[in-house]
């Protein structure tokens, strides 16, 4: 079966634009989590979507949003980029209840120059 | 707030050789621990999923085990190979399937 899918892979912005990045979890999957992975920082929780609602939120700026869809598919919006915006963004996704674990998607390469 | 703590952080071993990665958690209201592995530049794989009300799971060479009353839970990894070399995190969830906490992880490298 598919795994999650994170479109693109790779990504060059520059300071000031803004970027949309997109998740497809796993078929039957409800519940989508984005996370920011940075040499400084690990990987930091952004926010978790179920059935379209926002359930969870960590402690990012209101630059960067997520919404998802009636497909269970998720994009995050991250605006007026940064250059410490630079990082991997990944995505995971999970059935709901029962809870059966996370899948991770390979992840999107964001570089802010 | 819930802390994760992985020691060590890096790890170099002969290939064959029996290892324990080691993680810890200040907050015990947890609901299951996760253990995934990394490779440079990729995304995470799942290795283990151990719920609150479980004290170890089992896959292959890999054991896992979670005491929640003293905060820690150890990856065994048997007869380690080349193939193994990753970064190994540990991770938390308080809230049963929606946020994760995790820790910096183990690097670890198995020499031929």
């Known amino acids: 079966k598919a795994g999650v899918t994170q479109t693109p892979r790779y990504l060059i912005k520059t300071r000031g634009q803004q970027v949309t990045l997109s998740c497809s979890p796993i078929s039957g999957h409800r519940s989508v989590s984005w996370y920011q992975q940075t040499p400084g920082q690990g990987l930091q929780f952004l926010f978790e979507y179920f059935s379209e609602t926002q359930r969870n939120k960590g402690n990012f700026p209101g630059r960067f949003s997520g919404r998802q869809f009636s497909n269970s598919r998720s994009e995050m919006n991250v605006s007026t980029l940064e250059l410490g915006d630079s990082a991997l963004y990944l995505c995971a996704s999970s059935f709901g209840q029962p809870f059966y674990g996370y899948t991770f998607g390979s992840g999107t390469r964001l570089t802010v120059v | 707030k819930q802390e994760v703590t992985q020691i060590p952080a890096a790890l170099s071993v002969p290939e064959g050789e029996n290892l324990v990665l080691n993680c810890s958690f200040t907050d015990s209201a947890i609901y299951n621990l996760q253990w995934f592995r990394q490779d440079p530049g990729k995304g995470l794989t799942s290795l283990l999923l151990i719920q609150s009300s479980q004290r170890e799971q089992t896959s292959g060479r890999l054991n896992a085990s979670l005491d929640k009353s003293s905060g820690r839970s150890t990856l065994y990894i048997a007869a380690s190979q080349p193939g193994d070399s990753a970064t190994y995190l540990c991770?938390?969830?308080?809230?049963?399937?929606?946020?994760?906490?995790f820790g910096e992880g183990t690097q670890l490298t198995v020499n031929p």
């Open positions: 991770a938390v969830d308080e809230t049963s399937g929606s946020r994760l906490t």
